[in-house]
């Protein structure tokens, strides 16, 4: 009951939790758990601590996904994001981490709150086969050195820094999306604040259309979404018929 005094070992908990508060590390890995969307994630250091600002892709992606359809998660850390799409009941969700210590915080998280997902091991698309109708992700987009990291120094690298320009991940992600959407399918990714240009630019030469920026509740540039015209199978016959091009003028060996 709240009018109990506090136990020894509660005291020591509390004393031991406001020591490590004091020393800067998030009271999300203190505690354990982050509220996200409509439900609470356990999280430890294995994966990055679910932000607000996410809040503002899943609600994208669930705009654009109808019952019966199919959604990829890239890079799902503590699975809130898949499980955010799952609980909706509007999609089958397959989600996927190159952190095997990742997958085990997001395989429980899923299954405490009731989420059915399909979980892969894998790095962005590696272990990936088929198509899907959205694929979402909020892949690591600092910059290496950049001033924002001493601040993140609790949490994952791996989930953070992404190259010099932090868009290393991002660049990959959203050329090679295409073979893996179906068509009129939508990419959608989280990128940091003065990203939204080069994101934009990706978005074109991986032929999507459609192309928006959303903010997020701090106003600040925050997701990009895009619909691919063509889906797979278009994107294969169009390789094949390059290759054959290809061939052909190195058959007339042309420079
Ligand atoms: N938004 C996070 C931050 O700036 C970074 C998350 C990420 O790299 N995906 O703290």
């Known amino acids: 009951r709240a009018a109990d005094p506090l136990t020894a070992a509660q005291l020591k908990d509390l004393d031991a939790g406001s020591a490590r508060l004091a020393a800067g590390e998030p009271l999300a890995y203190i505690t354990g758990v982050r509220g996200f969307w409509d439900f609470t994630v356990t999280v430890t250091p294995a994966v990055l601590i679910p932000r607000p600002e996410t809040e503002t892709l899943v609600e994208a992606a669930l705009e654009r996904l109808s019952a019966g359809e199919t959604a990829l998660d890239l890079g799902t850390g503590s699975g809130a994001i898949a499980i955010a799409l799952a609980r909706s009941g509007s999609a089958a969700v397959t989600a996927v981490d190159a952190s095997a210590d990742a997958l085990v915080v997001a395989r429980n998280n899923a299954e405490r709150l009731g989420a059915e997902i399909q979980f892969l091991e894998s790095s962005w698309f590696d272990a990936i086969s088929g198509a899907f109708h959205v694929i979402v992700a909020n892949p690591p987009y600092v910059a290496a050195g950049d001033p924002h990291l001493p601040a993140l120094a609790y949490e994952p690298t791996a989930a953070l820094v992404a190259g010099r320009s932090g868009l290393d991940d991002l660049n990959h992600i959203i050329a090679t999306a295409p073979e893996y959407l179906l ?73």
Do not use: C
């Open 183 to 255: 068509p009129a399918g939508w990419l959608l990714v989280e990128h940091g604040y003065n990203q939204a240009d080069p994101v934009a630019d990706a978005f074109r030469a991986a032929g999507f259309q459609a192309i928006e920026l959303l903010h997020d509740l701090g106003g600040q540039p925050r997701v990009t979404l895009g619909r691919l015209k063509r889906g797979r199978m278009e994107k294969d016959r169009l390789k094949r018929g390059r290759i054959e091009k290809d061939q052909l003028e190195n058959a007339h060996g042309s420079q």
